[in-house]
Every structure is written in C-alpha cells, then in structure tokens.
C-alpha cells in the first residue's frame, strides 16, 4: 500500500503530461520546426507548461500529506523542521517528476506516445527495484544513484529529517542527504534538458501514425 501511494501520483502526471510535445508535433509541426530558431522557444515554452502543472500538483500533493500527517497526529520536534522537511518533500519530487516527464516527452516524438509512456514507466521501474532489495552496502549505493528514489524523504540522513523520522523508528541511510538529492537531480534533468534541447533543433518532421 505504501509503495501503491508513492507511485501512482507519479505514474499519473508521467501518463498525463508525457505527450505535450507529441501533441503539438502532430497538430503544427510544420509551423514549430520549419525555423530552428522557433524550435527552442517552443521548447522552452513547453517545458514551463509542464514545470507550472507538475509544481501546482506537488503543492497539492503536499498539502493533502500535511493534512493527514496531522489527522493523524505526526508531528516535528519544531515547526522550522517540519516546514524544511515540506520544502525539501516538494523540491525533490518535482525534480523527479519532471526528469521522466521530459524523457516521456522526447520518447514521444520518435514512437506513439502509449509506447513513450510504457517505456518510461519501464525504466521508473527498473529505477525503484533497490526499494524491495534488503538493505546492505550495495543496495545503498544504487538508491543514491536512482533518480526514482530520490524523493524517499525518510531514507536520508539530514538533521532535520532525523529528527521527526527518529520517532517512528525508520531507519535513514547514512551520507544520503538532501544536498546530494539535489545534486544528483540537476545533474540527470540538465542531462535531459540538453538531450532535449539537442532533439528539438534537429528532428525532421515525419508523418506517423
């Protein structure tokens, strides 16, 4: 059931926004492509449609987690821990599930967009496999590098989250901060971007089905 809640909000956003830039394709790609100057406009452009909508959705998403965590009398040792442990919360999740909604997007101008969608979801998948994996050394490692399991706020090890996760007895991995969530996000969505960037100026416009 926990797994269930954690992945469902992201497989909805991939499944509702991975196809913005396929539908445009289909709709004017002769006026978007025909200058490339336009294309990163329109790149640019699509990308702050989807960042708005993905963002709006976390806030939301958060809220509704606020509201339960109090229904159900979850708390923080302060208010200060609990609002940067909110923070952090949207930040990486909106850093995650901007990363595969972007990779859906450039998938879907290559294949249908079904495809794009089964394909991203696929590697989301192969992304969370350490979260079923016992605990060792190992498996550690591999949740550092998942850009799925970033956004597990209760795994990492900063003070602040420590001091509200300590109280429920669940284990943090040690040296896995916010800081390297962070980080290592930027780095995968600024790989996509540019992957994106480099896909918009070039792409040829074909009839598909």
């Known amino acids: ?28 790609a002769v006026y978007i492509f025909t200058r490339k100057d336009s294309r990163l406009s329109w790149y640019f452009n699509k990308l702050s449609f989807i960042s708005l909508h993905i963002l709006s959705f976390a806030v939301a ?3 509704t987690a606020i509201l339960f965590a109090m229904a159900n009398r979850f708390g923080a040792e302060s208010f200060i821990n609990g609002l940067l442990c909110c923070a952090t919360m949207a930040l990486l999740y909106f850093m995650s599930v ?6 859906a997007n450039l998938l879907s101008l290559y294949v249908n967009s079904r495809i794009s969608f089964l394909i991203t979801v696929m590697v989301w998948v192969i992304s969370i496999v350490p979260y079923f ?11 550092k590098f998942s850009p799925a399991l970033q956004d597990v706020l209760s795994w990492h090890s900063d003070r602040f989250i420590v001091s509200v996760t300590k109280n429920y007895e669940i284990d943090n991995i040690n040296g896995f901060s916010i800081w390297w969530s962070i980080f ?24 598909r089905d």
Not at 3 to 10: S, T
Request: charged residues 15%; glycine residues 2%; aromatic residues 16%.
């Open 1 to 28: 059931m926990p797994l269930l809640i954690y992945a469902l909000p992201r497989l909805y956003l991939i499944a509702a926004l991975g196809n913005v830039f396929s539908q445009d394709f289909e709709r004017s």
């Open 61 to 63: 998403f958060e809220i």
């Open 98 to 103: 901007m990363l595969f909604v972007i990779a």
């Open 133 to 143: 994996v016992s605990f060792n050394d190992f498996n550690y490692f591999l949740i």
């Open 184 to 207: 290592i996000l930027a780095i995968y969505l600024s790989i996509v971007v540019v992957m994106g960037m480099r896909v918009v100026k070039n792409i040829e416009i074909l009839e």
